[in-house]
C-alpha cells in the first residue's frame, strides 16, 4: 500500500510570507501528527487531527496551524513566515492510538 | 518540552558487533516505540513495546522495557552498513502522545 506521502518535498519562502504544506495519510489512517525538525531542537510536536478534529496540540505559537478534510488528508500552514521557521516538516499517520506511526518523507522549508 | 532521552548520544562499532542504545523517561507511559531515521529524512517505525511488556524482539532487534526504572533499551545484533542512522525513542504518555528525545547516531563501520 502507498505510504503516507508529503507534499512539497523542497520549499523555500521568503520572511513574512505564509506557506501550506499537505500531508495523505496511508489510506484507512484516520490520525494524523505533524512535526517539527531541527538540528538545534530535534523533534517538536505541532498537532494531531483525527476524524477533521484537532486532538492534541503542541506548544506553537498560533501562525501555525492545521485542518484535516473527510478523507483523512492533512494540511499545515505557516503565516508570517520567519527564519526560525526553517525546519523539516513531518507528518505521520497512524491507524490508532496504541499504534506505531508511518511517517512521511518530509517537507523541507527554507525561509530566506 | 523533550522528556526522552537517548544514550549514548552517538555510537560507533564495527560492522559485525552489537550496537545498544538506552532510553529513559520522566513519565507514566502507554508503550514505547522505536524509530530509525537516515540522513534527515522520513522516521522509520522499528517496534513497539507496550507498557505491560519486558522484552519483545524483531528480527535483530531486541527491546527491553522497565517502567519502575523508566528505561528502555534497544540492541540490534549482527549490525551492517544499512544500520548506520540516528535511532529515537519515542514514549506515548497518558494523552497518547509521543514524546522525542534527541536520538543517538549510529555509524557502522565497515
Known amino acids: 500500500k502507498a505510504g503516507v506521502t508529503q507534499t512539497p518535498r523542497y520549499l523555500i519562502k521568503t520572511r513574512g510570507q505564509q506557506v501550506t504544506l499537505s500531508c495523505s495519510p496511508i489510506?484507512?489512517?484516520?490520525?494524523v501528527s505533524w512535526y517539527q525538525q531541527t538540528p538545534g531542537q530535534g523533534l517538536q510536536f505541532l498537532f494531531e487531527y483525527f476524524s477533521e478534529t484537532q486532538r492534541n496540540k503542541g506548544n506553537f505559537p498560533g501562525r501555525f496551524s492545521g485542518r484535516q478534510f473527510s478523507n483523512s488528508r492533512s494540511e499545515m500552514n505557516v503565516s508570517t513566515l520567519e527564519l526560525g521557521d526553517s525546519a523539516l516538516y513531518l507528518c505521520a499517520s497512524t491507524f490508532g492510538q496504541g499504534y506505531g506511526y508511518t511517517f512521511g518523507s518530509g517537507t523541507r522549508l527554507t525561509v530566506v | 518540552s523533550q522528556q526522552g532521552e537517548e544514550d549514548p548520544q552517538a555510537l560507533s562499532i564495527q560492522e559485525g558487533e552489537n550496537a545498544t542504545m538506552n532510553c529513559s523517561y520522566k513519565t507514566s507511559i502507554n508503550n514505547l516505540q522505536w524509530y530509525r531515521q537516515n540522513s534527515g529524512r522520513g522516521l522509520v517505525h522499528l517496534i513497539l513495546?507496550?507498557?505491560n511488556e519486558r522484552e519483545k524482539h524483531s528480527g535483530r532487534l531486541r527491546v527491553t522495557l522497565d517502567t519502575s526504572k523508566k528505561s528502555s533499551s534497544l540492541l540490534i545484533t549482527a549490525s551492517r552498513a544499512a544500520d548506520t542512522a540516528s535511532y529515537f525513542c519515542?514514549?506515548?504518555?497518558?494523552?497518547?502522545?509521543?514524546?522525542w528525545g534527541a536520538g543517538t547516531k549510529l555509524i557502522i563501520k565497515p
Open positions: 513495546i507496550r507498557s
Open positions: 519515542a514514549p506515548m504518555d497518558s494523552n497518547y502522545q509521543l514524546i
Open positions: 489510506s484507512g489512517h484516520r490520525s
